[in-house]
């Protein structure tokens, strides 16, 4: 049995590739200027691809996305970089958006950029995690390197990941 998001994309390229088969067709059969057939074809084909790149956050996929300001960390895998092979390396982390000090029902997998501190940040949050302490998570932009840190701009796809110990929920006195 497929699995039902497998099943939608596969619904879903055969729906494209119906339409393209529809306007093959009608390019074919009417007289319109070439430059017309080829204005049709063109936003045929951008609108799959946009809907293609849309659906991957949909299927699971992880997101490029900035990791939210604070999230609760659930797991993370790390794809270390091969230079022999030409891999860059990633790290994939499985978090719950927190809003308005809550967790959101659904996690989310982010992949960000291979680092080795990043690496041992979340590899002892996940430690901890396993003992029972779980982590809350917050992002800070990276300020540029040089003696004026507070007068350089952050860099947009750098971001300083901190996890701390979520408090105990107390009990309340009987």
């Not at 430059?35 to 991957?56: D, N, R």
């Not at 992880?62 to 092979?85: C, H, I, N, T």
Request: charged share 20%; hydrophobic share 45%; proline share 8%.
């Amino acid at each position: 049995m497929i699995p039902a998001v497998s099943s939608q994309l596969l619904l879903l390229v055969l729906v494209y590739a119906l339409l393209a088969f529809l306007l093959l067709c009608l390019c074919l059969a009417t007289r319109w200027p070439w430059a017309v057939k080829g204005a049709m074809v063109l936003l045929v084909s951008g609108f799959y691809l946009f809907g293609h790149h849309t659906l991957q956050g949909i299927a699971g996929w992880p997101s490029d996305d900035a990791l939210p300001k604070r999230f609760m960390l659930l797991s993370a895998v790390f794809d270390e970089p091969s230079p022999g092979r030409g891999h860059k390396g990633a790290i994939y982390i499985w978090v719950n958006p927190m809003k308005d000090n809550a967790p959101l029902e659904m996690p989310r997998v982010f992949r960000l950029p291979y680092e080795k501190d990043l690496h041992r940040i979340l590899g002892d949050g996940i430690k901890k995690a396993r003992e029972g302490n779980t982590q809350m998570g917050s992002t800070e932009p990276k300020r540029g390197q040089g003696g004026l840190a507070w007068l350089l701009p952050a860099s947009n796809d750098k971001v300083e990941i901190k996890l701390t110990d979520l408090p105990r929920a107390q009990l309340p006195e009987k």
